[in-house]
């Protein structure tokens, strides 16, 4: 049964660092993987998809990359900034055509 | 850009009572999903629907029924509420891709249901 796994479970880093967040797989055997951030109290907002056949997808400054072999996803973030404070969530959508979901990272950025 | 949007932010109901929550995409994508998300259970699979009239049951449908008369709009409807159905509910839509499969998923901005 595929696992998702974000570790660690809050992080939190001064203004301007770049940073990177984890998402662990246990079967290599997915069709996609979506970056997800939500804000408190409210909805998820899609960040990056990547297709099973990709390596990265990149927006702004916002980079993800996929690892099926290691089964690891990162999603990076450039010169953080406060307003990307949010939990960040990752989903891998599976054979059976839904998505599998990690419990997500909390992230704060410092001013 | 696709909005997906739902009918109520807040919502406060009476155990037992029949409550609807309604959910709209315009981006006439063929599947539709609603989830529940609690503190510490992450987001749960209620049900999903991949086409009209069509509907298939999710990881917790218990409690929970579905309707999709149209295709843009996906309801949720429990039947008697229950103070354990309290929880932020989320819709989510996507178009299909290859073999069937579900491509990227657009969230609306959620319901936050309280069951007294």
């Known amino acids: 049964k595929q696992e998702v796994t974000q570790i660690p479970a809050a992080l939190s880093v001064p203004e301007g660092e770049n940073l990177v967040l984890n998402c662990s797989f246990t079967?290599?055997?997915?069709?996609?993987l979506q970056w997800f951030r939500q804000d408190p109290g409210k909805g998820l907002t899609s960040l990056l998809l990547?297709?099973?056949s990709q390596r990265e997808q990149t927006s702004g400054r916002l980079n993800a990359s996929l690892d099926k072999s290691s089964g690891r996803s990162t999603l990076y973030i450039a010169a953080s900034q406060p307003g990307d404070s949010a939990t960040y969530l990752c989903?891998?959508?599976?054979?059976?055509?839904?998505?599998?979901w990690g419990a997500g990272t909390k992230l704060i950025i410092k001013p | 850009d696709v909005k997906v949007t739902q009918s109520s932010r807040y919502l406060v109901k009476r155990t037992g009572e029949k409550v609807f929550l309604e959910c709209v995409q315009d981006m006439d994508h063929e599947n539709m999903f609603w989830y529940r998300q609690d503190p510490g259970l992450g987001l749960r699979l209620i049900y999903f629907?991949?086409?009209?009239?069509?509907?298939e049951k999710g990881d917790i449908p218990e409690g929970y029924s579905v309707s999709r008369e149209k295709k843009e709009r996906f309801s949720l409807i429990l039947e008697s509420a229950s103070t354990n159905q309290t929880s932020m509910y989320l819709c989510?839509?996507?178009?299909?891709?290859?073999?069937?499969?579900?491509?990227?998923?657009?969230f609306g901005p959620g319901t936050r249901l309280t069951v007294l």
């Open positions: 990547i297709q099973s």
């Open positions: 629907s991949y086409d009209v009239k069509m509907k």
């Open positions: 989510a839509s996507s178009s299909t891709g290859l073999a069937g499969r579900y491509n990227e998923q657009f």
């Open positions: 079967d290599s055997a997915i069709y996609n």
């Open positions: 989903a891998l959508g599976d054979s059976n055509y839904q998505l599998i």
